[in-house]
């Protein structure tokens, strides 16, 4: 885990650093030889060279020993680092599934498109002005069909009746939640992915 035995054995968990506790956490799951771990933002409060460091070791862990990851996160940048698959939530729910090089490289869903074109690139400016309404309030304006529909550019009727099952496009590897996809499509089982 690249820690100094020496450095850590004798302290209390104040006495470490943000990047310290982070490793010494994934070495404790690892002691016990889990198939599974539950990675919930394990890299959301280091420098990014802690950050390197760690989805390294999940690798690892994941390549060399067979651990499985179910790694919650807002970052997509270290989501497509470490995710051989991809599910994208908005409140709650699934708009978009598959293998996540495809789902972050060719975004279906509008929301997962706007998530896309939000990451800041380097010498690129925004243009024109971003609202997004509190998503509490929007919340509550939804009581039956699709959540992303208050704001999403692609409205339709049927947005505000029925919410959109879970689809594969024919052609397509990842599944996704939208009426844009429902003229050639396979459902997906609830409980299934793509």
């Not at 409060?45 to 070791?57: E, G, K, N, T, Y």
Request: proline share 8%; net charge negative; with cysteine.
């Amino acid at each position: 885990m690249g820690l100094d035995i020496g450095d850590v054995l004798d302290k209390y968990p104040h006495q470490l650093s943000g990047g310290q506790r982070q490793r010494l956490m994934m070495a404790r799951s690892y002691i016990v030889k889990p198939d599974l771990i539950v990675a919930d933002e394990p890299v959301s409060m280091v420098d990014a060279s802690l950050r390197a460091s760690i989805l390294d070791i999940m690798r690892r862990m994941r390549d060399e020993d067979g651990i499985s990851f179910l790694y919650i996160t807002h970052d997509l940048s270290t989501a497509y680092q470490v995710s051989d698959e991809i599910h994208v939530l908005y409140q709650g729910s699934a708009v978009e599934t598959g293998p996540a090089t495809t789902v972050l490289e060719q975004p279906k869903h509008p929301y997962v498109q706007e998530l896309i074109a939000s990451i800041p690139e380097v010498g690129r400016t925004w243009e024109g002005t971003i609202s997004a309404g509190d998503d509490e309030e929007l919340r509550g304006q939804v009581e039956s069909g699709c959540r992303f529909a208050p704001r999403c550019p692609h409205r339709m009727p049927v947005c505000d009746t029925a919410r959109p099952p879970l689809l594969v496009p024919d052609g397509s590897v990842q599944a996704v939640a939208c009426y844009l996809y429902t003229e050639k499509r396979q459902s997906v089982p609830a409980g299934e992915a793509p």
